[in-house]
């Protein structure tokens, strides 16, 4: 993306994950102040944002093959069953996320064994004061926290694996950057498949459409990197649920929503063979109601690559979408006036 408005080095470190992933492995490796495995009964994951999607992939990815339950919570308030059995990851990456920041506290204070990951700020200073474990995440080379994708997913996962969680992380880690590392190669080249996909979308609004918790989080990812990175709308919905109500309401206004809307298919190897069929029935109902219809298809081995493989795509495509309006990807003055706004009422 050379002579492209790019002011904090988005796309570059976009471009690292594979790097972030192996660093990030490697660094959480022999994580002090683990819980033993025996005193763990369910796992509960707090974060918000570009910090939060740890949570969606530790769920969709981990969560099916760990014998404890685990919940994902984007809010201010952890469950009520947490415990002293409950084991809680708390990521931001600055530390100072004010809903992660009051959920954790509370969650300490309701006995758990709080594992925080984050950059510095409040949740450090607390985990020091807690006693509990820390897994720091680096600055360098990652500007904003939807680009420490890596730095702040993995380190659960592993956490997870050297409590006896989540067997085989460390492989799976493995074949996802394997994975990574191919798909980033082919995204550095002239004419690849996210230019392709951010012309054909070209100003139209996308639909994204996912399968199963893997297809959910990519489709979230995606819909949140268009957001951000472009500053443009963008919407997705997960199968099978859409087909119980979403798709009713596509055909009534089918000479707005063809000028309006592309569906973008993520399809991946883990589908449901009944949610394979959904998708292709959807697609046959959409096809006079929307500007057109993609599909991208996942590669790798395991679900974890294939996961961060549709992200990728996703999070280039988002690029491109806003290099063609001449969009700076960094700046998100919409997220800062909230907040600004918020710590001003704060102090009255």
Known sequence: MTDVLDTLGIFDATASLPEQVVAAA??????????????????????????????????????????????????????????????????SFSGDTEETVEAAAEAAVQGAKVVVVSAG???????????????????????????????????????????????????????????????????????N????????????????????????TAGSRWRTQVNENAKAPAFSSTQPELCHNEICGWGQHGDVTRQLFTLVNLRHDHEHPQLSRRVELVADMMREVVAGIEEVRAEGEGELAQL?????????????????????????????????????????
């Not at 067997?167 to 550095?188: M, N, P």
């Not at 070209?202 to 297809?215: C, D, E, K, Q």
């Not at 290099?323 to 102090?347: F, H, N, T, V, Y």
Request: hydrophobic share 50%; no cysteine; aromatic share 4%.
């Open 26 to 91: 490697e660094r959480t490796r022999g994580t002090a102040g683990l819980p033993d495995r025996e005193d763990i009964e369910n796992v509960v994951v707090l974060g918000m944002g570009g910090s939060g999607i740890a949570g969606d992939i530790l769920l969709a990815t981990a969560a099916p093959f760990m014998p404890v339950p685990v919940v994902v919570v984007k809010s201010y308030i952890p469950p009520a069953f947490v415990s002293d059995t409950s084991l809680v990851f708390a990521i």
């Open 121 to 191: 700020g409040e949740l450090e200073r607390m985990a020091e004061s807690w006693g509990a474990a820390y897994v720091a995440v680096p600055t360098d080379g990652i500007p904003m926290p939807r680009v420490g994708l890596g730095a702040m997913a993995i380190p659960p996962l592993v956490v997870l694996e050297e409590i006896g969680l989540f067997a085989g992380a460390t492989e799976w880690i493995e074949l996802a950057v394997a994975q990574l590392r191919r798909r980033r190669d082919s995204l550095l080249r002239p004419n």
């Open 193 to 216: 498949l996210a230019i392709e996909l951010a012309r054909r979308l070209g100003r139209t609004i996308p639909l994204i459409h996912g399968g199963g918790a893997v297809g959910q």
């Open 308 to 348: 961060l493989d549709l992200i990728l795509v996703g999070d280039f495509t988002s690029f491109h979408l806003a290099a063609q309006e001449g969009i700076d990807p960094g700046p998100i003055p919409a997220l800062d006036e909230i907040k600004s706004r918020l710590a001003e009422e704060r102090q009255l």
